[in-house]
T-cell receptor, first 116, second 114 residues
């Protein structure tokens, strides 16, 4: 079975400061890892994914994430936070070769608040 | 707008009634997924289609739930004899087979069972 943990329900950061939203995963195989963002009254939006290759993945809106296989982590980062980054962030995983399991398994989400 | 659309956006129903939701995926996407999201949780997988074939169903999908994608385009999710525990946001997503997991989500249908 695959699972995702987001240990922080809430992250607060001041505008202009770097931000990190944590994610750890558990799979029995090679993972595909994703970050999605959810704004109020809008659907989940894809931010970035790790499939293979470089452990540092760059995505939309200046976000990046670092895949760490030994720590089974995929933390989301941004060098300088904006107030408009305030939203609910979800980490998700699927197996590289998941047979019939095509779905994403999501974490419980982290509410990011960027304070002006 | 060529994204995933869902209808209705909100549905209030009384316990025991049947409800049906519709999802229109991005037109060239072969795969369509249904998820359920409750407050404070991430989306949970319900079922998915590849073209018109329903290939997988979660254990969360009880016998009261049924989904169809009759022509490999739009999909419907029906809940029969609704219960208060069915209250949730129902999300639809679509993807290409080659997308390696990247899915595009609709805005969701919020169901409230009174």
């Amino acid at each position: 079975a695959q699972s995702v943990a987001q240990p922080e329900d809430q992250v607060n950061v001041a505008e202009g400061n770097p931000l990190t939203v944590k994610c750890t995963y558990s799979v029995s195989g090679n993972p595909y890892l994703f970050w999605y963002v959810q704004y109020p009254n809008r659907g989940l939006q894809f931010l970035l994914k790790y499939i293979t290759g470089d452990n540092l993945v760059k995505g939309s809106y200046g976000f990046e994430a670092e895949f760490n296989k030994s720590q089974t982590s995929f933390h989301l980062k941004k060098p300088s936070a904006l107030v408009s980054d305030s939203a609910l962030y979800f980490c998700a995983v699927k197996l590289e070769s998941s047979g019939s399991a095509r779905q994403l398994t999501f974490g419980s989400g982290t509410q990011l608040t960027v304070l002006p | 707008d060529t994204g995933v659309s869902q209808d209705p956006r909100h549905k209030i129903t009384k316990r025991g009634q049947n409800v049906t939701f519709r999802c229109d995926p991005i037109s060239e996407h072969n795969r369509l997924y249904w998820y359920r999201q409750t407050l404070g949780q991430g989306p949970e997988f319900l079922t998915y289609f590849q073209n018109e074939a329903q290939l997988e169903k979660s254990r969360l999908l009880s016998d009261r739930f049924s989904a169809e994608r009759p022509k490999g385009s739009f999909s419907t999710l029906e809940i029969q004899r609704t219960e208060q525990g069915d209250s949730a946001m129902y999300l639809c997503a679509s993807s290409l087979i080659s997308a390696m997991g990247e899915q595009y989500f609709g805005p969701g249908t919020r169901l409230t069972v009174t």
